[in-house]
């Protein structure tokens, strides 16, 4: 596992030298393929990220087996009868197992050819789960809806690119018809894509045959009847193709509309040169991988790409965004990032216990380079997706982490004692952790509903809220440290104080961001729909953080609390913010979601008791000693 | 005794017994909410005076004014006109604007809808969106002109939808356009885009919400006091050497 990783570090920094110091290597098809830009679910993305959501999605991983998704998916294009038996699709609960009758295994993947034996099944399943009411679903339910749909996915692909291959089903036995549709004697049956062309040009046939009696129809016009009928059957079978790699055509029609390769060989009829030579294209470029050419496909699909390309930049579509998504899908900053995050951690807390100064040299190097790291991938997604990084839940994991690494930076460059690195990577960590949970659901970059879709208050907005976050969380760490340290009975008072202080400024920092931001979205409301406040549970979260904290400063102020309270305090309003981060988020329980909050909920449930523990131990003391 | 009383009500400890109560609400506010839907949990919690339990417990607007008030004696007796609580002064001045603003709000926001098909004008507004409930009369006229919903390229997801409407009041007649996050201010009224759908022919309507909020200003001034007063007291903490955990 570690070694793959490895492996694709060095790939992706060969990838980033190459691309900037070699820019006419030659590359290999699969690498040409993986660049091809895909319109999927509203956005324009590589095909290398295309594959890694459409596996990601069924088998909750991006690689199966010792398969990259995007080999995966070449072959589910390309060869698509020697995926069929590849486990791909992972079920998430042992009761959908049960019922679709499938064998018991460990790990509950199955392969494309069980599950298809038991699809009307699934279907029935997925249709009740759908209609079912949003409180009453089963996680069962959530897993039924998100296979079948899976299933339907994989189905439509792997019949992307029939429509270029020989079908017998298509072949013409009739001498006369295969006179009149130009197909000459002894070739393999025709494919879709032949017969519609030479369709395309017969188009008054049909309707002369019709008004015929059938009597007085000839064989080879029955003939053509029939097989004019399974060509419109497999035209509307075949709409809504999920292949959407041609970027429009040259024709009114298909100028500018982004098309699947279904699209463009049902539409041959409208002769759109373009289009044709774009499926010429892809047959060829089939042809080529079947037949084992990987430098012929190689040189097809550096045409298309080219060729697809230069049409996206003409309808306004920013094609250096497709490499950097692809060096950004391969490079899984965020993952070196939470390693090096987890090793600093390990040396901050070994620094004290062994007082080798190199450890905190280290741990102080660990963080800097998992920053660094940590910056690039929050830079390469600003510059894909041309967004701020917070508009959906991934992002805020990724974004907080971040301004909590800021944050600790702060500390320890004022205090010099180990606190910012303790907090620092233990939160980065943290954070990086359960964002690759969340990047389970699909395309993280994935686009905006209407609402959200403002982007100056937005950003204002979000990023001070989640700065808030970030200091009342980083805070509620240093609330940890405290109350241990105070436990542990043997630090000097000198080592308390300064972590009180810390703990002060922290806090106060995170009352003062969590103000402004939901300032600033009443603001972003009242601009938006005429109020300030709504008593929207988002909205309750974040004032509950605030009255919390306010409450903390009142007592402390009072004299009703210690620092000990205050570091207590602190520990609570992290339950406070994630309560108001997840919390607020499970209130409104989603049928989609289902299966992934209730993981979540329990995840929720063990953190707040292991707080609740923590708190109890910490603070049994608290009365012998005061 | 009445100085005392005063002293007490002035005091740190009903604030902070304050916050927490109202801590409290807004969680149970919250929770109420997801299980019987907004409207009953503003009507029983966010907008009452009492909650409507045997116990007659203060509701979010009597806690308000509550707070209201320790937090005008706090201004006058405990924060006395130093310097070092200039932004302290503010915060909570900010804070008494807020709640003010607030308090304006629950007693004089009107929300109304309009429902119109292209070509359609209005002078009234519905309670609800479906337009069942008795209607207003509104100082002017909406026509909608056209209404129009962007999806993202091929996909059913939407990117934006917008009004074009024509305002004829007693100013003469002007169109503006009503997108997502872009309202329509006219004469106090907010006119912003709510929703779309499909009246009984099958034509497609837009749904324009009316806000008139007259505590606006007050929650502008009650936030820019906020800020000002949390840098001010930020520079004047920050810009001395002692800590304020060990002044405390």
Redesign the interface.
Known sequence: MIRTRYRQLLISLLLLSSATLMPAAPRNWLKEFGLLPI??????KPLDSFARQTLQQISGKSHLGDESALQWLARLLFSPETTRDDRMFRLRTDDLVASLVLPQRPDRTFTFNEIAVHFSELQKLAMTASEREGGRTTPGDADAIRIFSGFLAIHRLSASLHWSRPDSALAVTDPNLRVRLGLSKGTPPPSYFDLRHAFSHLGGEIERIRILPPASRSPADQAFLSLGRILMETTEMNRSSPL?VLPGGSVQRTKGV?LSTWDAAVTAALADPVLHEDLVLWRDIRIAIEGQNPTEAASILTRFRKSSLSRMTAIGGRTQALTLEVLYNRANLFFWAMILYGLAMAAVLLHPVTGRSWLYISSTALIGCGFLLHSGGLLLRFLITRRPPVTNMYETFLFVGWIGILIAMAIEWTQKNNLGWISGSFSGLLFLLISRRYAMGGDTMG?L???L??HL?LTVHVLTITIGYAACVVGGIIGHVYLIQRKTGRMPDQTLRET??TL??TL?FGL?FT??GT?MG??WA??????????D?KE??A??II??L??LF???????IG?AGMAAGAVISIITVVLAWFG?NL??VGLHSYGFISEVNKALFIFLFLEILFLVLAMRKVKGKT | MIRRTLLLLASLETTIGLLFYLTILVIAGTLLQSAKGLDFAQETVFHSWFLPWPIPLPGMILTGVFLAVNLLLALFIRLSLRSRHTGVIMIHTGLLLMLGGGFIARYSVQESFITLAAGETTDRSGLDSKSSRPSQLLPFSVKLLRFQVHHYPGSQMAREYESLVEITSAKGKTQALIRMNRPLRVQGYTLYQNSYGHNQTGKTVSTLSLVKNPGRVFFYLASFLLVLGIVVHFLIVFGKKRSPAEAA
């Open positions: 319109l999927d679910e509203g956005r324009i959407v982004w686009q509903a209407a609402v879709n403002t208050w009180g202080r002060y400024a106060a003062l103000t402004l300032l009443g603001i009242d601009l938006s729909w005429g109020r300030f406040w709504g008593w549970p309750n979260g004032l509950v009255l919390w306010a409450i009142h007592a402390r102020l009072a004299g009703r620092t607020v209130l409104g």
